[in-house]
Every structure is written in structure tokens, then in C-alpha cells.
């Protein structure tokens, strides 16, 4: 089974996204994350790829979730580090995508249609200090249903 994380860096009232350049949600706004490598734990992929997509360094990233997906046999795994100084100017442009630094409320707000909505359950997750596991349901691009597990 292939492993992968996200993490949700979190500066002040803001949350580090990236728009990606490339499949899958290609053009849509996400956490940055990847692939967990051979002998890498997550919470080390994490601090990796947090940095190699937008040269942010994060420490003792907190993990929120496990989960999974209907479309691939995949586990992920969400992750929470905060910092003080990002020492950026946002947005700037990667290989991966734009990277930015939005408001958490902006990324919350169910009008926005920019962003991967499973974003929303681990940021309210994250605003209301809760953890949890979950599988999600999507069909094609759009998720139909989150099943606490």
C-alpha cells in the first residue's frame, strides 16, 4: 500500500496552499504534501516535502488523520505544523504549483469552489481541535460522502 501526507502549514489566521500544476486537481488549491518514500516514517515526509514545494522548514508536524479513498488503494495521512515566520513573499511560483498563504475562513467558505473540498474536514478538524480518521468517497473529482472510520 503507497503511502502519502499533507500538511496544513499554519501562519497566524492563514494556511500555506498550493495550486497545482499538475494531475490529480490540477488547478486547484491544496495542502502541500506527497509520497512517503522507502524507509521514510510520515512525519519525516511531511518536513520533506513540506520544504521541497515551497522552502518552508516545519518541525514536529502534528498528524490530524489517517485516511483513505475510494479510487486507489492509497493511505494519507494529514499533519498540522504551525510556525511564526514563513520567510516569504506570497505567492510565488514553484515546479509544483503557485504557493500561497490564505485565509483558513476563505479556504472554509463552501462558496469557494477552489479549493479540494476534503480540505475542509481536516481544516475544521484542525479549528475545532479534533482528530479523526476517515475514508472519503469521491466521484470523478467531486467528494460525495466522509465516513468517520
Known amino acids: 500500500m503507497r503511502e502519502a501526507v499533507i500538511c496544513f502549514v499554519i501562519a497566524g489566521d492563514g494556511v500555506l496552499l498550493i495550486n497545482r500544476n499538475?494531475?490529480?486537481f490540477m488547478g486547484m488549491w491544496?495542502?502541500?504534501?506527497?509520497?512517503?518514500?522507502?524507509?521514510e516514517t510520515p512525519e519525516d515526509a511531511c518536513v520533506r516535502e513540506v520544504f521541497e514545494e515551497s522552502g518552508i522548514s516545519v518541525s514536529s508536524p502534528e498528524r490530524i488523520s489517517r485516511?483513505?479513498?475510494?479510487?486507489?488503494?492509497?493511505?494519507?495521512?494529514?499533519?498540522k505544523a504551525e510556525v511564526k515566520n514563513t520567510g516569504k513573499n506570497f505567492p510565488f511560483s514553484t515546479e509544483?504549483?503557485?504557493?500561497?498563504?490564505k485565509p483558513i475562513e476563505w479556504v472554509l467558505d463552501k462558496k469557494n469552489y477552489g479549493v479540494i473540498a476534503d480540505l475542509r474536514v481536516f481544516l475544521n478538524d484542525i479549528k475545532?481541535?479534533?482528530k479523526h480518521d476517515y475514508h472519503l468517497i469521491y466521484d470523478d473529482s467531486k467528494l460525495v460522502e466522509v465516513k468517520k472510520v
Open 22 to 24: 499538475k494531475s490529480p
Open 30 to 39: 491544496n495542502a502541500v504534501g506527497g509520497k512517503v518514500e522507502k524507509g
Open 67 to 79: 485516511f483513505t479513498w475510494n479510487y486507489d488503494d492509497e493511505v494519507g495521512y494529514a499533519f
Open 96 to 101: 509544483e504549483g503557485i504557493i500561497d498563504l
Open 128 to 130: 475545532n481541535n479534533e
